[in-house]
């Protein structure tokens, strides 16, 4: 069974840029959840996606989106890149449903801008 | 509001020593689960346990073990005979909606073993 798979693994951008960060969960999930890890704030929750809608968000700006496609795999776009946007972006696959409480998380795009 | 502390930044320890790695919660559900992650250099979490408020039976797999005691709301972590693969980081988590799909973090204890 294929797990997350995250793409790219690395991004370099300048500041003022945008940029989009793919998720493909694992067969069969239909949640996925977006997560920021900074060495500052530690791992925080963006947004959870399910069955193309988003169900949760976190705490961060407007410039921070997503979507769900019809197969569950989703992408994650940042408008106006700036240098705190540098982190590692990790997405995690669940079946979604309710009670289900076990995600398995891919490897991370590591986004540096500069 | 939930939160979920680990006090401990980085600890150390020789191979084979026993080592525990703190965290407690702060939560005003009274269902919720917690979470252990361990996150290697590759990037990636990796999922050890997770457990409901409702059972505090303390649960031992392998060379790991968990302590859970809602009167200290905490959710200790145990590495018996540690080896040098159990290097990295470790995460404790929180959810309040019975769901791993958002999680709060603890900041994360770096355990280094040393050889």
């Known amino acids: 069974k294929a797990g997350v798979t995250q793409t790219p693994r690395y991004l370099i951008k300048t500041r003022g840029q945008q940029v989009t960060l793919s998720c493909s969960p694992i067969s069969g999930h239909r949640s996925v959840s977006w997560y920021q890890q900074t060495p500052g704030q530690g791992l925080q929750f963006l947004f959870e996606?399910?069955?193309?809608?988003?169900?949760n968000k976190g705490n961060f700006p407007g410039r921070f989106s997503g979507r769900q496609f019809s197969n569950s795999r989703s992408e994650m776009n940042v408008s106006t890149l700036e240098l705190g946007d540098s982190a590692l972006y990790l997405c995690a696959s669940s079946w979604g449903g309710r009670g289900n409480t076990e995600a398995f998380f891919g490897q991370g795009t590591r986004l540096t801008v500069v | 509001a939930q939160k979920v502390t680990q006090a401990q930044t980085e600890i150390s320890v020789v191979e084979k020593e026993d080592v525990t790695l703190d965290c407690v919660y702060e939560?005003?559900?009274?269902?919720?689960?917690l979470f252990w992650y361990k996150q290697p250099p590759s990037g990636e979490l990796v999922f050890l346990i997770r457990r409901n408020s409702f059972d505090e039976q303390n649960e031992i797999s392998g060379r790991y073990s968990w302590n859970f005691q809602k009167s200290t709301s905490s959710f200790n972590f145990t590495i018996t005979a540690s080896q040098v693969v159990d290097s990295a980081v470790y995460f404790c988590?929180?959810?309040?909606?019975?769901?791993?799909?958002?999680?709060?973090f603890g900041s994360g204890t770096q355990l280094t073993v040393l050889p």
């Open positions: 939560t005003r559900d009274t269902t919720y689960y």
């Open positions: 988590a929180l959810s309040e909606t019975g769901s791993a799909r958002q999680l709060t």
């Open positions: 996606y399910f069955s193309e809608t988003q169900r």
